[in-house]
Every structure is written in C-alpha cells, then in structure tokens.
C-alpha cells in the first residue's frame, strides 16, 4: 500500500527567507514522488517529481526537493521565498512495487508567503 | 503545451439533478482522470481511464458514473446529484500511468442545492 502525509496544514514564510514544506511516505518498494502546485482557483501544475538517479530534484519556479529514503521524506524548497509562491501544494507517490500505478495525494499545505 | 479543458468552471444544480462534467485533452494522452477536492481531504480519485471504452473505479466512485467514447474526452456522471457531492472537481490525463506528469484542467465547482 502506499500512502503519503504532508503534516503541515499550513507554512508562513517572510519574503526572501528559505521555505521548507514537509512530506513524508510509505511504500512497499521504490517510490515515484511528485510535487504540484495549485494557485487560487486554478488546476494543479507539476513542479517536479523524483523517478530514480539523483536525490536532489530541480523543477519550476527556483523549487528543489529532495528525496530521503532513510527518513522517507521528499521535502520540497525554495531558497528565497516570493509572495507568488503563495499557494496550495500537493505531494504525491506511487508505488513501484506492485499494486496501483496511479499516484496517490497528500492533503496539501497551503503556503503563505509573506511581504 | 498540454492542454486539459473542463466544460464549465462553476455549477449549480439542484438535488436530484442528472450533471454531466466534461473534460477534453489535446496531446493524445492514454490516460485520463477524475478527481474531487475538499478542503482537508486533499484530491480523492474518482474514476480513471487508461483506453477508450476503458474506466476502473478509483477510491470513491460511489454516486458517480464516466464515459470515455473518445480518446481526448473523459466524462464524469452524477446520476442524481445529492448536496455532499458539491465540491470542486479537477481532470487529469497523462501519456502513461506509473512515473508520468498528470496534467490538470481548470477545475468544475460544482454547487448542489
């Protein structure tokens, strides 16, 4: 079974400081790991996602994560935080050892990005 | 870039009502997605379909039909609408399942009344 949790509801930020939102999972094998975004009333957009190769992930908009598989955690980040980066964000995995190929989603933390 | 449309970004309709929620993708994606957003509960799958005529349930398909004739259409059926189904509904497609970025439509607010 695979199963993730973003344990933060919500993430307050200054402006220009580092931000960290939190994700952890759990699989049986190896997992597939995705972070998207979703701006007010818009639909989610892919920022990044972690197949195999190095833990350390580049995606859109200045966003990293990186993928632990000792703590089981693919935190996403961001050196410098903007106010536009104020938005809902979903993690997600998959599986890779049997069972479902579609990913399943967090919750969602909703980051708010202060002036 | 992909495309995802869905028919109208905000509905109402009322109690018993048969609704009908279209989405339409442009890159010949095999698969295609239905999910539901709440507050709290984060995205819960609906349906999916990985072929024309193809759809498996997802994690609540209870009160909820899909159609796919198309390729690039994937309809989502609420046979008789019912006041917990108002939420915010988003499709998906992707080339192939597994490791594939999902791209997302707009989002359809359903309101039930």
């Known amino acids: 079974a695979q199963s993730v949790a973003q344990p933060e509801d919500q993430v307050n930020v200054a402006e220009g400081n580092p931000l960290t939102v939190k994700c952890t999972y759990s699989v049986s094998g190896n997992p597939y790991l995705f972070w998207y975004v979703q701006y007010p009333n818009r639909g989610l957009q892919f920022l990044l996602k972690y197949i195999t190769g190095d833990n350390l992930v580049k995606g859109s908009y200045g966003f990293e994560a990186e993928f632990n598989k000792s703590q089981t955690s693919f935190h996403l980040k961001k050196p410098s935080a903007l106010v536009s980066d104020s938005a809902l964000y979903f993690c997600a995995v998959r599986d890779t050892t049997g069972g479902s190929y579609i990913p399943t989603f967090g919750r969602g933390t909703s980051l708010i990005v202060h002036p | 870039d992909v495309k995802v449309t869905q028919s109208s970004r905000y509905l109402v309709k009322r109690t018993g009502e048969k609704v009908f929620l279209e989405c339409v993708q442009d890159?010949?994606?095999?698969?295609m997605f239905w999910y539901r957003q709440d507050p709290g509960l984060g995205l819960r799958l609906i349906y999916f379909?990985?072929?024309?005529?193809?759809?498996e349930k997802g994690d609540i398909p209870e009160g909820y039909s899909v159609s796919r004739e198309k390729k690039e259409r994937f309809s989502l059926i609420l046979e008789s609408a019912s006041t917990n189904q108002t939420s915010m509904y988003l499709c998906?497609?992707?080339?192939?399942?597994?490791?594939?970025?999902?791209?997302f439509g707009p989002g359809t607010r359903l309101l039930v009344l």
């Open positions: 379909s990985y072929d024309v005529k193809m759809k």
């Open positions: 890159m010949d994606h095999e698969n």
């Open positions: 998906a497609s992707s080339l192939l399942a597994g490791q594939e970025t999902q791209y």
